[in-house]
């Protein structure tokens, strides 16, 4: 059965530092992958997604995350966080076929002046 | 614009009450799902369904019954509500050919 890690509950940081939330996942067959941010009060927002292709992909908003195949990861990062940026941010996958997503305990972002 | 909203922000209930939580989405979506988000347990999947009175059962199912009598309409039961399902409700939505899927705002349900 598919899981998903998020190696981080928390990872505070100061306003302009880089910053990268870790995801690990496991799966026997092909997956898709996602990255998912809730900014207070709020439902979740798609950030970015890897369907195929191009394994490093970016959102509009600075973000890249990187597919591994041989490490079964796809961490997030992005090189300058924004007091904006702090929310909590879930990593998620959806075998191929399937219609459900799995998804990680999330990761607590705060980004700090 | 993509559209998942869910008919109450916060809800107050008391044990034993019988909970009505109402997801719509205006995309035509075939799928639909509810999940339940707890600190540090991330979200969990309590039932899906894949078309219209077609329904699955999720993780974590127990104490929740599910309705999906119109395409864009997705209600979770819960029959007897109990203490133990304070949470935050999403309700999510997605096209079979998107793997993407949509989010609601949620509902944060107190049963006291």
């Known amino acids: 059965a598919q899981s998903v890690t998020q190696l981080d509950s928390q990872v505070p940081v100061f306003e302009e530092a880089p910053v990268e939330l870790r995801c690990n996942y496991s799966s026997s067959v092909s997956v898709y992958l996602f990255w998912y941010v809730q900014y207070p009060n709020q439902g979740l927002q798609l950030l970015l997604k890897y369907l195929s292709g191009s394994t490093l992909v970016e959102s509009i908003n600075g973000f890249e995350a990187e597919f591994n195949k041989s490490q079964t990861s796809f961490h997030l990062r992005k090189p300058s966080v924004h007091i904006s940026d702090t929310a909590e941010y879930f990593c998620?996958?959806?075998?191929?076929?399937?219609?459900?997503?799995?998804f990680g305990k999330g990761t607590k972002l705060t980004v700090n002046p | 614009d993509v559209k998942v909203t869910q008919s109450s922000r916060y809800l107050v209930k008391r044990t034993g009450e019988k909970v009505f939580l109402e997801c719509v989405q205006d995309?035509?979506?075939?799928?639909m799902f509810w999940y339940r988000q707890d600190p540090g347990l991330g979200l969990r999947l309590i039932y899906f369904s894949y078309d219209v009175k077609m329904k699955e059962k999720g993780d974590i199912p127990e104490g929740y019954s599910v309705s999906r009598e119109k395409k864009e309409r997705f209600s979770l039961i819960l029959e007897s509500a109990s203490t133990n399902q304070t949470s935050m409700y999403l309700c999510?939505?997605?096209?079979?050919?998107?793997?993407?899927?949509?989010f609601g705002p949620g509902t944060r349900l107190t049963v006291t």
């Open positions: 998620a996958v959806s075998e191929r076929g399937s219609e459900k997503l799995v």
């Open positions: 995309m035509d979506h075939e799928n």
């Open positions: 999510a939505s997605r096209s079979p050919g998107d793997y993407e899927q949509y």
